[in-house]
Nanobody, 114 residues
Framework: QLQFVESGGGLVQPGGSLRLSCAAS????????MGWYRQAPGKQRELVAA???????NYADSVKGRFAISRGNARNTVHLQMNGLKPEDTAVYYC????????WGQGTQVTVSS
């Protein structure tokens, strides 16, 4: 049974930074694509960034140049460094892992406000 532990969300002022982390346990994720999605109130869940087992990354256009996704040495962890945060980045951020099936974390709130 795959389980996620997410951390790093919180309240930050515009222009600030946060680092989200997700640690998975229960199975090896070496061949999974791991990533982060977000969902703002009244909006659909959207991909923020993802990284394959081989290290290929993919970003939403809205975060390119500001966010950076990486996997830890243990391969079962994924981090999202978020810089230059904007109010429109406010959302619940979800850790995600996918191979033949997909798995979701419980979500962590990120609020960007002055």
């Amino acid at each position: 049974q795959l389980q996620f532990v997410e951390s790093g969300g919180g309240l930050v002022q515009p222009g600030g930074s946060l680092r989200l982390s997700c640690a998975a346990s229960g199975t090896s994720l070496n061949f999974y694509t791991m990533g982060w999605y977000r969902q703002a109130p009244g909006k659909q869940r959207e991909l923020v960034a993802a990284v394959t087992g081989g290290g290929v990354t993919n970003y939403a256009d809205s975060v390119k140049g500001r966010f950076a996704i990486s996997r830890g040495n243990a391969r079962n962890t994924v981090h999202l460094q978020m810089n230059g945060l904007k109010p429109e980045d406010t959302a619940v951020y979800y850790c995600h892992a996918q191979r033949s099936n997909e798995h979701w974390g419980q979500g962590t709130q990120v609020t960007v406000s002055s």
